[in-house]
């Protein structure tokens, strides 16, 4: 028996009488589906099924939809409702606008990495593409995840709770969202795995000083999310479940790309100012999809526009051990709605792996899945040692490439990013534009690194 969103469906496996109306044969037999209404299953068994009413919102092809127990139906229409509110509502656009330029700091510099630059064209005969970064590391609280968390917050407090949950990987969804409720009077609970609380151990020092309560959990970022969920299933009445993930059921992954989108949009305003046009390609890290939406939406429809997302291979996509789930993952039903997921053989999840805490889910996006379906988006994966390129003497890794030649330091998640520069550089045209999205800073990595490194 399949049970989708509030309908159930029963298969009965109904004989049919032969042709010539004599008894049915041993093995004749069809599936019958139909929707239980009030309809007893008698009429069943006699009306002929009616077709099923398809439900289009918050899906992405196959992708996306709202597959949940009937007691969330209701809240999380609510939710749609007060989204799409505030997204036509003026007072609430200028609120946000006023906050992310006065509190956040947008707009975020597209920074034009010459040096960087300099470095491919030096080991191609001095060809190569123009490097532009787009620099969300710059955000107050050092990443892309503020925009969404303060948005979100706003609505959380337009539509009266008091307190807000959420959960976190590398502690900057975890910390946005504290500072946000700091700032607009909302208490702050952030559910994070213990292993992340000791590899993020000053954005968790951070969270606590804003005045977040921090509960570990066992297990990976997924654990911590679902905790986090049945927190707020338990307190519905009085608070908001904070999503910084562009997964989960509609509305939250089109909430999360939406207000994700300013990266963008600014994107495209700031390269029309700089060099007249559209960037050639868009490089951004995967690991829910929300700061590779947030780069890639404003361009979906520009298909001269190449939009790359680089996915964690941990310690390689053969060992198992990685969060490749675009590159390596099946089609399944998963916190809600239908995306790519890490799965073995017997449905069970795969727990995903990376050096970058951010990057650790075993899901994605379903309007990631849908991209990379319809082939609109292309994927790669880089490693932890990529990433880091921790053991090789050769001058500049991808981590260190930023912070020796352009005086940035930049998260774990934005190094895998950074790392597909290398395969990507020297198959593109001297003087293409590639925009890579900086979407974190990398202070809560640098004992990982200098762990791993030889900087
Ligand atoms: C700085 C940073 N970048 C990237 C990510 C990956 O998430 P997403 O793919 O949703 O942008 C995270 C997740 O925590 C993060 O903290």
Redesign the pocket.
Known sequence: MACILQGAYVSSHRQLKDKDGSEPRPGSSVVVRAVVTSTTLQTLNTTPPRPLKERTEGKFGRFGGKFVPETLVSCLSQLEAEFKKALHDEVFQEELATALREFVGRETPLYNAERLTEYYKNKNNGEGPEIYLKR??LNHC????MNNALAQAMIAKRIGKRSVVTA??????GLATTAACAKLGLECTVFMAAKDMDRQYSNVQFMKLLGAQVEGVNGS?KDAASNAFRCWVENMEKMYHLT????GPHPCPTM?REF?SVIGKETKMQSMKKWGGKPDMLI???????????LFHEFIKHKDVRLIGVEAAGLGLKSGKHSSTLTNGEVALYHGAITYLLQDEDGQIIQPHSI????E?PG??PELSFLKESGRAEFFSATDQEALNAVTVIKFSAYERLCKLEGIIP?L??AHALAILDKVVPTLCNGHKVVVNC???GDKDVPIVLHRTTI
């Open positions: 969300e590391d050092g990443s892309h995840k976190t990987g590398a502690g900057q969804h970022f910084g993930s562009a997964v999360v994700q951004a890290c995967v690991g829910t999809g929300s700061n590779a939406l947030g970058a805490a951010g990057m889910y994605v996006s998260s998640e934005a979407c974190g800073r």
